[in-house]
Nanobody, 116 residues
Framework: QVQLVESGGGLVQPGGSLRLSCAAS????????MGWYRQAPGKGRELVAQ???????NYADSVKGRFTISRDNNKNTVYLQMNNLKPEDTAVYYC??????????WGQGTQVTVSS
């Protein structure tokens, strides 16, 4: 049974930091590209950051220089370090696992709210 369990969301002031974690199980983690997506109220889901099985990364322009994605294949976990958070980063953040665009899994999401 595939599971992606996100944690680390919460309320933070502008300029603050959060670290999201996504613990994976039920598939061969090291073979999958892992990503973080987000969905703000009234908007579509967008890619925030992705890391391939070869540790190549790509980021949305809006988060470049502020967010860092990483993975630990020994712990089957992917992380998103978010620094200098802005109110426009407020959204539900979802973990995604993808293999060859054939197998695609989602977590349940974790809320991130950036507000003073």
């Amino acid at each position: 049974q595939v599971q992606l369990v996100e944690s680390g969301g919460g309320l933070v002031q502008p300029g603050g930091s959060l670290r999201l974690s996504c613990a994976a199980s039920g598939f061969i983690f090291r073979n999958y590209a892992m990503g973080w997506y987000r969905q703000a109220p009234g908007k579509g889901r967008e890619l925030v950051a992705q890391i391939t099985s070869s540790d190549n990364t790509n980021y949305a322009d809006s988060v470049k220089g502020r967010f860092t994605i990483s993975r630990d294949n020994n712990k089957n976990t992917v992380y998103l370090q978010m620094n200098n958070l802005k109110p426009e980063d407020t959204a539900v953040y979802y973990c995604n696992a993808n293999w060859a665009r054939t197998y695609n899994y989602w977590g349940q999401g974790t809320q991130v709210t950036v507000s003073s």
